[in-house]
């Protein structure tokens, strides 16, 4: 059986133009998709045995593991909800919904990657564009802290650097490609010029390209320690504001790294000074197929994009406080529930040392780190592949996430509104 313009909801770019085959219940191929999407479609394709839900070990009924989870949660003081970046809309807003009822916090997985991302468009918006547009007009690209052959493999292939477009018809010949890292990578191959910046020094260099931009004198001195020289970031300079559109596609590298939200600050206000003379757009290389839609869900549903608590009966946001790993750190959550992520594996030592001590309530579609020490776990069915939903692209597009395997698992959206139907029951 073949299903046509499959979405891979792997990474940001979450292409939507995979043709999946079935044949005897797996999947066989995925067609157009890279070498991670494949892997994707092919490895959670794959039939299992483990039980749908297991409690302290042992297989035990969807509504046994259900009643577990539910007093687990209800029971507690200040639970933490977190992950939900490779997971359906529909079961974010499931999610959002509970953490509110357990007047706990909850937190995605955007606070330990693009969280100053978002915190430097609230503080002075966000100059953005579609992935479309920057296929059809872009003629200037530039990845800054980003390494897409590695991290969105067919991102310079489908939207920005060789795709063909209504005024790019002839691709990569119509497009200069610039790349700013800290040292050269798989990118940059695919670049016309490399800018080589310091470690730790971007946001010297992101407010010189500021001045520059804006016609005012930057001193050599000012750059001695970027890394970069004057010669070429008046070049660039230059570049970006003759181009006819523009586009910054900002990665870890830069949300990651000192300065953090302020680096970001400083790219959105170099895009907004660039705006007066050309069109010029900026936008996050968001990782996790869905994470833009969690920021999405939690800020239509609380107004804030991660990081929001709810004891207080309203919610509230303040990354560093009711976040994930500084709630872990300071030794204040009592119950975590982890939901299409396994913190286990990814948080600093520091505060998943801390995951040992409190009881876990996890819900992933495959074994992990986490389900290794959750108390209470639940396998769910992979939204993309065993059940349909919502996922955002990088560029807030969002797009409808098919079906194509029977699964014997529930989806994370059936657990969730079940497991709030419940900690209501036990928490009026
Ligand atoms: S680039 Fe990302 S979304 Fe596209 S096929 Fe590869 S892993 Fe999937």
């Given at each position: 059986m073949l299903y046509e313009h499959v979405v891979c909801a792997f990474c940001g770019?979450?292409?939507?133009?995979?043709?999946?085959?079935?044949?005897?219940g797996r999947i066989t191929q995925a067609k157009n998709a890279c070498v991670l999407g494949k892997a994707w479609f092919l490895d959670h394709g794959k039939p299992t045995d483990l039980p749908a839900v297991r409690i302290d070990g042992q297989a035990a009924s969807l509504e046994e593991g259900?009643?577990?989870?539910?007093?687990?949660?209800?029971?507690?003081?200040?639970?933490?909800?977190?992950?939900?970046?490779?997971?359906?809309?529909?079961?974010?807003?499931?999610?959002?919904?509970?953490?509110?009822?357990?007047?706990?916090?909850?937190?995605?997985?955007?606070?330990?990657?693009?969280?100053?991302?978002?915190?430097?468009?609230?503080?002075?918006?966000e100059p953005t564009c579609t992935l479309g547009e920057v296929k059809n007009r872009a003629n200037l690209v530039i990845y800054?802290?980003?390494?897409?052959?590695?991290?969105?493999?067919?991102?310079?292939?489908?939207?920005?650097?060789?795709?063909?477009g209504m005024f790019t018809p002839n691709g990569r010949k119509d497009r200069t490609v610039v790349l700013v890292d800290v040292r050269p990578s798989p990118s940059s191959r695919a670049a016309d010029i490399q800018l080589t910046v310091r470690p730790g020094k971007d946001f010297e260099l992101l407010w010189a390209l500021r001045a520059l931009v804006q016609g005012q004198k930057v001193e050599e001195s000012s750059l001695a320690d970027t890394g970069v020289t004057l010669e070429?970031?008046?070049?660039?300079?230059?570049?970006?504001?003759?181009?006819?559109?523009?586009v910054l596609f900002v990665g870890q590298g830069l949300t990651q790294s000192r300065g953090k939200h302020m680096n970001l600050t400083a790219a959105f206000l170099l895009v907004r000074?660039?705006?007066?003379?050309?069109?010029?757009?900026?936008?996050?290389?968001?990782?996790?197929?869905?994470v833009t839609g969690v920021d999405n869900v939690?800020?239509?549903?609380?107004?804030?994009?991660?990081?929001?608590?709810?004891?207080?009966?309203?919610?509230?946001?303040n990354p560093g406080e009711f976040t994930m790993v500084d709630v872990l750190r300071r030794g204040e959550a009592?119950?975590?529930?982890?939901?299409?992520?396994?913190?286990?594996?990814?948080?600093?030592?520091?505060?998943?040392?801390?995951?040992?001590?409190v009881p876990v309530v996890a819900i992933d579609t495959h074994d992990s780190e986490t389900t290794r020490i959750a108390r209470v776990v639940f396998m769910a069915a992979t939204a993309g592949i065993g059940v349909e939903g919502t996922a955002y692209r990088m560029d807030n597009v969002p797009l409808h996430l098919?079906?194509?395997?029977?699964?014997?698992?529930?989806?994370?959206?059936?657990?969730?509104?079940?497991?709030?139907?419940?900690?209501?029951?036990?928490?009026?």
């Open positions: 770019c979450v292409c939507d133009d995979i043709d999946v085959t079935v044949e005897d259900i009643d577990a989870a539910a007093s687990l949660l209800a029971r507690s003081h200040y639970p933490i909800i977190y992950g939900l970046s490779s997971t359906s809309c529909e079961a974010q807003r499931q999610a959002v919904a509970l953490a509110e009822v357990l007047g706990g916090c909850i937190d995605c997985c955007t606070s330990v990657c693009h969280g100053p991302s978002g915190m430097a468009v609230q503080g002075v918006g800054w802290g980003s390494n897409p052959a590695e991290s969105h493999p067919r991102h310079m292939t489908r939207y920005a650097v060789t795709s063909r070429q970031l008046v070049d660039l300079a230059g570049r970006m504001k003759s181009c006819r559109f523009g000074d660039l705006n007066r003379t050309t069109k010029f757009a900026l936008m996050p290389m968001r990782g996790h197929g869905n939690l800020a239509w549903q609380t107004g804030y994009p991660f990081g929001v608590n709810f004891s207080r009966g309203c919610p509230r946001f009592d119950a975590v529930l982890s939901v299409a992520s396994d913190p286990v594996a990814s948080l600093p030592n520091s505060a998943r040392r801390r995951l040992a001590d098919s079906k194509v395997l029977p699964t014997p698992y529930p989806s994370d959206e059936e657990i969730l509104s079940r497991l709030l139907a419940r900690v209501k029951e036990m928490k009026p």
